[in-house]
């Protein structure tokens, strides 16, 4: 069993800059009136601090109270298109895996055939696996594979039957190895202008906690 891991995070790690003003410049907000029911932050790259905070697969998320989303949407068109982003929820509103299905998927083409594959900070909550499972049943060009760094409330009967309803609904669900949050740096985390862009560190760990997760996904699925 992994050891307990209680850091108290500072705002930064948090997702809330330690200086608001600064964060702002970096995050483009989706105002309130666009998407009424949401207060959700999207961009294409999340600041390197949110990633190494939010992204840690520890057992015990101590402080780690939001989900960051990076999407890669490939359409099957007369055209192939390929989008790519992320979603950081205000778990005050709604949450990203909500906010892609609201405010992404539908600006992509109609109709179309869509791999889309997300890499997540931690598994979706009940709610969030029922909208899922809805997505995939009413869109049949809709095929989706979930890389996820932790899973969430996964002792709940509730949540395990969630995650083996979204199996059903023909998502794909893994855990993040170190190769996939190395992507995730790589693709999706920003890198300081002007400098080399600086290679992924995994943390301690790190192997050894996908292992524990993929054992408990394996059991629940």
Not at 150 to 157: K, V
Not at 158 to 170: D, I, P, T
Request: aromatic share 10%; with cysteine.
């Amino acid at each position: 069993k992994m050891a307990e891991k209680q850091e108290e995070p500072s705002n930064a790690q948090n997702g809330e800059p330690d200086n608001a003003e600064e964060g702002e410049g970096k995050k483009k907000k989706v105002k309130r009136e666009d998407l009424p029911p949401f207060e959700i932050v999207t961009g294409e790259r999340l600041p390197a601090i949110f990633f190494k905070f939010q992204f840690r697969n520890v057992e015990y998320s101590s402080g780690r109270n939001k989900t960051f989303l990076c999407y890669v949407v490939e359409t099957q068109g007369k055209e192939p298109v390929t989008s790519r982003g992320y979603l950081e929820d205000e778990h005050a509103a709604a949450h990203a895996e909500m906010a892609f299905f609201n405010s992404i998927l539908p600006a992509c083409q109609a109709g179309a055939r869509h791999d889309v594959t997300w890499y997540v900070s931690s598994s979706p909550c009940v709610t969030c696996a029922q909208r899922i499972c809805e997505a995939l049943r009413k869109n049949k060009g809709l095929r989706l594979t979930i890389m996820v760094g932790r899973l969430f409330m996964w002792e709940e009967p509730e949540m395990q039957a969630a995650l083996r309803s979204m199996k059903e609904a023909g998502c794909k669900l893994r855990i993040m190895k170190p190769q996939d949050f190395e992507y995730v740096w790589k693709n999706f985390v920003e890198q300081e202008e002007g400098e080399e862009a600086k290679s992924f560190v995994p943390w301690e760990d790190i192997q050894e906690n996908f292992q524990y997760y993929e054992e408990k996904l394996a059991e629940i699925l």
